[in-house]
């Protein structure tokens, strides 16, 4: 059995180790990657309850984080979750380390342009050349994307400071302490040590870019969270960096053939949150499992459909009215722990648990789920 993997980023190589990870022999598992967008320099956060097979690439886990929402600072446990930390370069050695350790992988440098059904297989166009797989897993292409909800923007500052301004054992989730006119803006820390942390300024907008002007204001905005929030007077930024996700309740159609989509474009990323790290490991472990017992790569978990309701929901509600957002983070971290939260996040709490935890969400977000209810 022939497998392709198009793409080396999170997704491919997510599901590179968990291909290494099964002790059933599948074949060779080639990887394609053209290095457009260099791993290393990336990073994710993430929680989870459980032990993960890319744990050994964590590098700061946290039992606790802080919110600042309503006026009011708590410092949140995370019961039975822990958040982690896992940056490019460990993540890509600690991929590397697995399937060499397999034997059956090859690398291969190139441009994907193109994947498309081929006999009982798939043929993938790399660099104006044909490679013919059984299985193809299309990080790269993907299909018709579904229309987004909304729109994830993020810039982050790299800081350090003259002086110890930052708690290391305790990363800040969301500070509303920003102005919200524009969309429903927080600020993220996540700290590297006293003196270190990334500083980033997160909004839920309805469209994709505000242009230059949003850009100015995003930095201004971190400049005066670090100045007149955080009292930090010296400090320089290393590095800046930036993104925009494309955020959908919609389900996504993966399958063409012998081809499934993976990653953020098989729609990975948690809409009403935009993490989508343990989302990707998840459904590479199910991928895997699949192909192994089965011969085939499809039987994947579905995700039940209430889940979908609320996110869309959320967002709908977020992108008319800003102000929401921060009322209904009050209202669901109103609480000692997170554990709640997190496994409503998870899509892994029961409809009685879910029912507990949003009475008293504002009832605007009750008239949009009752309009997608229609």
């Known amino acids: 059995m022939r497998i392709l993997i198009a793409g080396g980023g999170l997704s491919g190589l997510s599901l590179a180790a968990h291909l290494a990870a099964r002790p059933e022999p599948l074949g060779s598992i080639t990887v394609v990657d053209d290095a457009s967008r260099p791993i290393t320099q990336a990073g994710w956060a ?13 590098s700061r886990t946290f039992d606790r984080f802080r919110v600042h929402v309503g006026g009011r600072e708590r410092i949140v446990d995370l019961g039975a979750y822990r958040y982690r ?4 370069d460990d993540f890509a050695a600690a991929v590397g380390r697995m399937t060499s350790r397999h034997g059956g992988f090859t690398f291969h440098s190139g441009h994907v342009s193109d994947i498309r059904q081929a006999g009982q297989g798939a043929e993938v166009l790399v660099d104006g050349e044909a490679m013919y797989a059984n299985w193809v897993f299309d990080s790269v292409l993907g299909l018709e994307p579904p229309r987004a909800d909304a729109w994830l923007i993020f810039r982050g500052w790299h ?7 930052f708690d290391p054992a305790i990363p800040t989730l969301f500070d509303f302490r ?4 524009r969309a429903a803006s927080f600020l993220y820390v996540l700290p590297r040590g006293p003196q270190e942390a990334l500083v980033e300024h997160t909004s839920f907008a309805s469209t ?12 201004y905005a971190l400049g005066e969270y670090l100045s007149g929030v955080l009292g930090i007077r010296d400090c320089t930024v290393g590095r800046e960096e930036s993104g925009s996700l494309p ?8 399958r063409r053939g ?8 098989a729609g990975m990323v948690k809409a009403s949150t935009g993490y989508a790290f343990e989302r990707i490991q998840t459904d590479s472990a199910a991928i895997a499992r699949s192909l192994a017992t089965l011969g085939h790569p499809f ?22 009215d800003p102000a929401q957002l921060e009322r209904v983070f009050a209202t669901l971290f109103d609480r000692s722990s997170a554990e709640p939260v997190l496994r409503f996040l998870d899509e892994a709490s029961s409809v009685a648990q879910e029912g507990r935890l949003l009475a008293g969400l504002p009832p605007s977000l009750y008239r949009a789920v009752a309009r997608r209810h229609r």
């Open 208 to 219: 994709r870019s505000h242009g230059v002007a949003y850009v100015k204001e995003q930095r």
């Open 46 to 58: 993430s929680w989870s309850d459980s032990p993960g097979l890319l744990d050994v690439a964590v």
């Open 258 to 265: 012998s081809v499934l989509t993976i990653g953020t474009k």
């Open 178 to 181: 920003t102005a919200q006119s």
């Open 85 to 88: 930390f896992v940056r490019g």
């Open 159 to 165: 800081v350090r400071t003259a002086a110890p301004a």
């Open 247 to 254: 955020l959908s309740a919609h389900a996504v159609d993966r």
């Open 299 to 320: 039987d994947l978990p579905k995700s039940p459909h209430r889940y979908r309701v609320f996110d869309a929901a959320l967002l709908d509600v977020i992108t008319r």
